[in-house]
């Protein structure tokens, strides 16, 4: 299966801008999409095929890459965008999720 | 709007078997294919398997065949899927997600998400 890589955690001030990465074992070409899940909550789809942004979606978050290397970004972070954030690929079988970035503000 | 509402939570011994549902609404149910996850705070995410509403046809991850068996109603709208053969293993929150459709065709991302559904697998 592929393995998607996140880092475990970030800590950011508001109206700061933060990236998230990451990264797939083997190629996705851009079918990564990313989430975010808040506690209690079924996760939120953010971005779709590595750069689109769903629907109602503030455009403080974007996403870019291909390949195997992916980030989303967060531009200006504010207070609410604090949760976890997952990737997930569909390119390869089965679909697999990464293990999530839990996003502190400061 | 689109709304995917799951049943309620789940307590059920080992050895036993269970069956979600999800119902739908707010679209059209065939249109588009229904997805089944699984989240713990060990394993994370984990994909389970898809469903075309309007044939039947499904696709399993291999980790989980044998495991869960998605079906639809389309007379209400409804997925469902059972899973069998329980253990503490498969206590998670399962959730229906929906996705465009044809995974080949046209990728498999998850805009709308049910609630959730609570499995608690104890004696």
């Known amino acids: 299966d592929t393995v998607l890589t996140q880092s475990p955690a970030l800590a950011v001030s508001p109206g700061e801008r933060v990236s998230i990465s990451c990264r797939a074992s083997?190629?996705?070409?851009?079918?990564m999409h990313w989430y975010q899940q808040k506690p209690g909550q079924q996760p939120k789809l953010l971005i779709y095929k590595a750069s689109n942004l769903a629907s109602g979606v503030p455009a403080r978050f974007s996403g870019s890459g291909s390949g195997t290397d992916f980030t989303l970004t967060i531009d200006p972070v504010e207070a609410d965008d604090t949760a976890t954030y997952f990737c997930q690929q569909s390119w390869n079988d089965p679909d697999t999720f990464g293990a999530g970035t839990k996003l502190e503000l400061k | 709007q689109v709304q995917l509402q799951q049943s309620g939570a789940e307590l059920v011994k080992p050895g036993t078997s269970v069956k979600l549902s999800c119902k739908a609404s707010g679209y059209t149910f065939t249109s588009n294919h229904m997805n089944w996850i699984k989240q713990t705070t060990g394993q994370g995410l984990e994909w389970i398997g898809i469903i075309n509403p309007g044939s039947g046809g499904t696709s399993y991850n291999v980790k989980f065949k044998g495991k869960a068996t998605l079906t639809v109603d389309k007379s209400s709208s409804t997925a469902f899927m059972q899973l069998s053969s329980l253990t503490p293993e498969d206590s998670a929150v399962y959730y229906c997600?929906?996705?465009?459709?044809?995974?080949?065709?046209?990728?498999?991302?998850?805009?709308?998400w049910g609630q959730g559904t609570l499995v608690t697998v104890s004696s």
């Open positions: 083997e190629g996705v070409n851009s079918y």
């Open positions: 997600a929906r996705s465009r459709g044809n995974k080949q065709l046209y990728g498999n991302w998850f805009a709308y």
